[in-house]
């Protein structure tokens, strides 16, 4: 079974950085795409950034956040700087995807979800 654990989430100010970390366990990380969600009250989940043979991003964070991964210890990590207040959000990571992978950003096409960690950046 797959399982997936986001930890790494706290309270920064705005210009302030953290990293996320997403453990994945019951698959490997390296031949599928692993991706990070955010999610506000209110609003549809968003997707971030996701690593397959490279990254991508949505526009939103291009220049400011970076995926990577540690193969040996199957995890996935978000390392975020320049952090805004409209940053602050729930913060997922997805596996088990399935579909075109243009639409990676869906989270209607991934299976497999995190139980999310918090972000909250003040002003």
């Known amino acids: 079974q797959v399982q997936l654990v986001e930890s790494g989430g706290d309270s920064v100010q705005a210009g302030g950085s953290l990293r996320l970390s997403c453990a994945v366990s019951?698959?490997?990380?390296?031949?599928?795409?692993i991706a990070w969600f955010r999610q506000v009250p209110g609003k549809e989940r968003e997707g971030v950034a996701n690593?397959?043979?490279?990254?991508a991003y949505a526009d939103l964070v291009k220049g400011r956040f970076t995926v990577s991964r540690d193969v040996p210890n199957n995890t996935v990590y978000l390392q975020m700087n320049n952090l805004k207040p409209e940053d602050t959000a729930m913060y997922y990571c997805?596996?088990?995807?399935?579909?075109?992978?243009?639409?990676?950003?869906?989270?209607?096409?991934?299976?497999?979800w995190g139980p999310g960690t918090q972000v909250t950046v003040s002003a």
């Open positions: 997805a596996a088990g995807f399935n579909g075109f992978y243009r639409y990676w950003y869906s989270p209607d096409n991934y299976k497999y």
């Open positions: 019951g698959a490997i990380i390296t031949g599928n795409v």
């Open positions: 690593l397959l043979f490279s990254a």
